[in-house]
């Protein structure tokens, strides 16, 4: 009942979040409604699970569901929240808990009001929405009911407001002698009456304004214009710039009439010593020729592995292209791991294995770019849940140690497997010995 009251609270909270939007509020509609009223699945539900009144269909059918009729009223508080009251009522046999509160059908009506939340606005054709209220209900003027309904469902707009609904919602009781119910309805609702847009008049066009002649459209009007039929400067009293070369320096000021060049060189081009088609301003070696990305310098392989530099993740220590230009370290990594041991079923490192995961230390804090995938693995023999965890763990203590050793612990993963990746026959003891391993995989 709390989380009911909770998400019917929330629903009308949000009534002031949307309460600024453009898009219209629903008008006042009203409508008529057929539904289908099913206790048994509910009851079911609560006896068993979901899961087995699926598998075994103790779902209420159709033919077992109650038929009634329903009216409703709806009102838009904001483009995206509807009240909506509903009434209705169904002829059905009615009991709780073994106890019949009539022996043939009788009347049940129902009345409440809901909180609609709407996905979309009503000018979406289809608009989900969710629903929760409260609802009130009465058998045979007799026994009377409380509910907290919740569910969902969506409108099909059919233009001017009106609208049909389907909507499904579980009825949780919150009164004594109260079964819970499902409760399917299908409507169709239309707005009591319609607003009439009212159309803003046109405003007046503004005063035209006659402008003076420009007849080369150069900002220049013909009065003051020496060339009024070519376009040109005010500093020429509109006529074109002079520019022999076309270089957008004028002849007067361009040092190199008849060669296109720019203004920081008084017309003339920029100058470019080395011919590699970078000017010296811009080249980081005006004296040799390079490339552009590289500031007109020529590309480097300072530790000449025939990786360049700016490739070469080890520049100054001779490597292979496999290893992006650093030492081939795989072997030794694979040596080293294979005397890495834990103790039995634990994960605490035996005092042997130090030795060689300094070694891997050292390697790690030379080549500072090469990063370390650390795996654990087991046999087959016991849990496999357990296996896993424990092959992570172990992997996790040669991280940790690896941390402790100064090396950042972004250039690390550990990764466990458990018995997931075996490299030998596990029915025999040789292999399960061969899979119960660390694995060191070195990556750039």
């Known amino acids: 009942m709390k989380k009911t009251f909770v998400l019917f609270v929330a629903l009308c909270a949000l009534t002031a979040s949307f309460a600024q939007t453009t898009p219209p509020k629903k008008l006042p509609s009203i409508g008529i409604g057929f539904f289908l009223k099913d206790y048994i699945t509910p009851e079911q539900v609560s006896n068993t699970s979901v899961s087995k009144v699926l598998s075994n269909k103790t779902y209420g059918e159709a033919g077992n569901m109650a038929p009634g009729i329903q009216f409703s009223y709806f009102q838009g508080i904001t483009s995206h929240i509807d009240i909506m009251g509903q009434l209705g009522g169904c002829f059905t046999k009615y009991s709780y808990k073994g106890k019949k509160y009539s022996a043939n059908d009788g ?10 939340l709407k996905l979309l606005t009503d000018k979406a054709l289809i608009n989900p929405y969710l629903t929760a209220g409260l609802l009130g209900a ?4 007799e026994h009377f009911m409380a509910y907290a309904p919740v569910g969902g469902g969506f409108a099909v707009n059919l233009g001017d407001g009106t609208f049909i609904y389907l909507q499904s919602t579980l009825q949780y009781k919150i009164s004594n002698d109260t079964k819970e119910n499902l409760n399917y309805a299908i409507g169709l609702v239309s707005p009591i009456y319609r607003k009439k847009e009212i159309k803003k008049p046109t405003p007046p066009p503004p ?10 459209l150069d900002g220049i009007t013909d009065r003051k214009d020496k060339c009024p039929n070519e376009a040109g400067l005010a500093k020429y009293d509109g006529c074109p710039i002079p520019d022999t070369d076309k270089d957008g320096i004028n002849d007067e000021n361009d040092k190199c009439p008849n060669l296109a060049g720019v203004e920081k060189y008084n017309g003339c081009p920029i100058p470019d010593t080395d011919k590699d088609g970078i000017n010296d301003e811009e080249d980081k070696c005006p004296n040799e020729m390079g490339l552009a990305r590289l500031g007109g310098c020529p590309i480097v392989d300072t530790d000449k592995d025939g990786v360049y530099d700016e490739d070469d993740k080890c520049p100054t220590v001779a490597g292979v292209k496999e290893n992006a230009g650093c030492p081939e370290i795989q072997t030794k990594m694979n040596e080293l791991a294979k005397r890495i041991y834990f103790k039995s079923g634990a994960t605490t490192i035996e005092g042997v ?5 300094d070694e891997v230390a050292a390697i790690l804090a030379k080549y500072p770019a090469t ?7 087991t046999d087959n023999v016991g849990n496999a849940a357990n296996n896993k965890k424990l092959s992570q763990k172990r992997a996790d203590a040669i991280k940790a140690y690896f941390i402790k050793k100064g090396i950042i612990a972004d250039r690390l993963e550990a990764a466990g497997y458990g018995s997931e990746k075996p490299i030998a026959d596990n029915k025999k003891e040789a292999g399960r010995t061969q899979n119960r391993r660390v694995e060191l995989k070195a990556t750039y």
């Open 353 to 357: 294995a130090l030795k060689p995961l």
């Open 107 to 116: 009347f049940l009506v129902e009345g409440g009001i809901h909180a609609n």
């Open 207 to 216: 005063p035209v304004v006659v402008a003076e002649i420009d007849t080369d």
């Open 138 to 141: 009465a058998y045979n003027a």
């Open 371 to 377: 990063k370390l995938i650390i795996e654990g693995h």
